[in-house]
């Protein structure tokens, strides 16, 4: 197990991406998607928080008895290169320490579909993390769900805000329900185990 800086504190996992319809179904709103399958597993229904620009569900996670976690699952509201506000806000209301945030978005140096879990770290030029990095620093966790690089030279931007493909949509609930697993296991058993059996 990881030594944390209070083991019953809450844990708050924040899934990253841009609200509305039109956003829905595209790469960048992957976080979103791990988000909403969690809230599924918890028995839980987002509800607009009053605490904060965002979605919340509050809830626990894992078995019942001592391996279980309290959580407060979270989509911020406010697009994805203002997240750190939302996320913040609920982070300083629940009284969550720095190493109790989880960030879950979606990576371009890693091919479609591909976990890498680690704390702390650089935003490498994703708006959300850079936003989440300003508002309380650099020392929470993230589960970084592959998406690849652009084609060709299709901008980052564009590449980020289109739809996931046909071929990748085929696959993209089997990669969601892995995340989602991985997040699961990194808030009941810790990083180590977390990274030595998701990281791919």
Excluded at 65 to 76: C, W
Excluded at 82 to 99: I, M, T
Aim: hydrophobic residues 40%; aromatic residues 8%.
């Amino acid at each position: 197990m990881d030594v944390t800086t209070d083991a019953a504190a809450p844990w708050l996992i924040a899934g990253l991406g841009n609200p509305g319809p039109d956003y829905a179904g595209n790469r960048h709103n992957v976080g979103f998607m791990v988000a909403d399958l969690l809230a599924e597993r918890m028995g839980g229904r987002f509800k607009r928080s009053g605490k904060a620009q965002a979605q919340v569900v509050e809830g626990r996670i894992g078995p019942p008895g001592p391996m279980s976690r309290r959580v407060v699952l979270a989509k911020p509201m406010s697009y994805m290169n203002l997240s750190g506000g939302p996320v913040n806000a609920l982070r300083e209301f629940h009284k969550v320490p720095v190493d109790h945030v989880v960030a879950i978005h979606d990576e371009l140096d890693i091919g479609f579909g591909a976990l890498r879990l680690k704390r702390g770290g650089g935003d490498n030029g994703h708006n959300g993390l850079k936003s989440l990095t300003k508002a309380f620093g650099p020392d929470y966790h993230r589960v970084r769900f592959g998406i690849g690089r652009p084609p060709g030279r299709m901008p980052v931007a564009d590449f980020v805000l289109r739809d996931f493909s046909p071929a990748e949509r085929k696959e993209l609930d089997y990669f969601v329900d892995r995340a989602a697993d991985a997040v699961e296991c990194l808030v009941i058993e810790g990083l180590e185990r977390a990274q030595s059996t998701y990281n791919s």
